[in-house]
Structure formats: structure tokens, C-alpha cells
């Protein structure tokens, strides 16, 4: 007796329609959290911009004071070498002010991510030159000890932004007394095809207690919240921690208590 194949084909699975719903809901529920997510991360960059814009209306009272005094002492003379003096000084005081506005008005843009080969150094010094203020008029030191021709296969974008958290993070622990901020970089001697870049500062240190949970998103030490260049809502690490994973590599910190504290980003080596 033959069998008949047609009755031995597996009848369709039935989804119930309850189920169906759900799976819906589920599916618009997670599309509704990557949006949640996409925008507390811009959150947290235009906050960290928000330290940045502080800084930047300080630097900007400071640099138009000079040019101030320069364009009345013009104007009450018929000099026509101090009218040159002050046109000459007015016009790099301005070059300068807009090279500040341009830097972070860059970091606020929206842009898909694009990993590429990025030069180490050049994107450590344009995340210290996005801070505006010079970390040398709060008794910082900053030491950059990184190879010309480093590179790192990174998103510019993103990792100018963890950059920028860590910077402001080391200024803010050193704020009030002397410091230094040591930035190095260099390939990775267990793995050659991964680069090694070292935030250290010499600020008070990180608790051993609180170091566990430095990465926890809302977790902060800070003490001034009602301070924008000292506060903190604790998304910066945390944030910065996810950016440097959507590149392949890490974030860690070491640090103790009257030692300063150490972040140490892993990324693939670039081209």
C-alpha cells in the first residue's frame, strides 16, 4: 500500500491573531525605544556642548574686551597706524571667536556614522580646541604624547565626542588645584592591529565603590548639578562607553583615591 505524499505534507504553522498583535506591539514597542535611545544620546552630546557654549561665552568676553579698547582708542584718534592696529586685531580676534562657534557648531549636526581612518592626534587636538578654554588658565598642564601618523579606524564624529567627555571629565576633577592631563596613544604591543589611547588626569581619583558603577547610565559624583562646567547627569561614560563599542573596540578606567584616574579606549588600528 502506497502512501500518499500529499498527506504527509506538515500543515502550515497558524499564528493566532493575539499573538500576531502582540509581536506587533513588540516590534513598535523596540522601534520606539532605538528612537528613545538615538535621542538622549544627542541629549547628552548638546549637554556636554553645554559646558563647551559656557566656555565659550567666558572666552568671548575676554577676547572682545581687548578689541573693545582697541576700537574706542581708534576712534577717538585720527591715527591712522593705531586704526590699523585695531582693524588687524579686531579681524583675528573674529577668525578665532569663529573657528570656536564652527567646532561646536560641527558636533551638534545630526550625521550618519562613517568609520574611517582618522589620525589620532589631529582628532585629540581638535576635541582639546572644542573645549574653547584654555586648560592652561585652570593650572592644567596638557602633555599629548601620540605618534604624528597614528591612526585609529574610527567615526571622527563619535569619537571627538568621547574624547570631548573625557577632556571635560579630567578638567572637572582637576578644577581648583594644579593638574595635568596626559593624552598618549600607540599601538597595542599584544595586538598590533589595535591602537591604545590613554586619558589620564591627576585629580582626586575615582572611589573604589563608586568605580564599579562609573559606567551605569545616571551615575554621577559630581556635586555642582547647578554648575554647567562642573555638573554632570551621568549619561557622559556611559554614552561614550556605547560609541566606542559601535567601533569595535573598548572603554575602561582604572583609577584610586589621590591618584587620579586613567580611561583607556581600544580601537582598531586604522590604514
Known sequence: MTSNPTSQRMSPVRIAPEEKALQTQLDHLEQQFEVLR???RRAQRLASLGTGAAALAHEFNNMLTPVMGYCRAALDS???TLMRKALDRTLKQAKLLGGMCDRILRLAADEPLER???????????AVATLVRDLAKDNI????QIDPDLTVFADEKGMLQVLMNLIINARQAMLGR????????APNPASPDRT?????DTGPGIKREHLEHIFEPGFTTKQHADRID?????????????IVEENGGTLTAESAPNKGATFT???PAGS
Open 78 to 80: 585720527e591715527d591712522a
Open 141 to 144: 598642564n596638557l602633555v599629548l
Open 116 to 126: 574611517k581612518s582618522v589620525v589620532v592626534l589631529n582628532l585629540v587636538q581638535e
Open 265 to 267: 579606549v581600544t580601537l
Open 178 to 185: 594644579p593638574g595635568q592631563l596626559t593624552i598618549d596613544a
Open 230 to 242: 562642573r555638573g554632570g547627569v551621568g549619561l557622559g561614560l556611559p554614552f561614550s562607553r556605547e
Open 196 to 200: 591604545v589611547i590613554c586619558v589620564r
Open 38 to 40: 538615538q535621542q538622549v
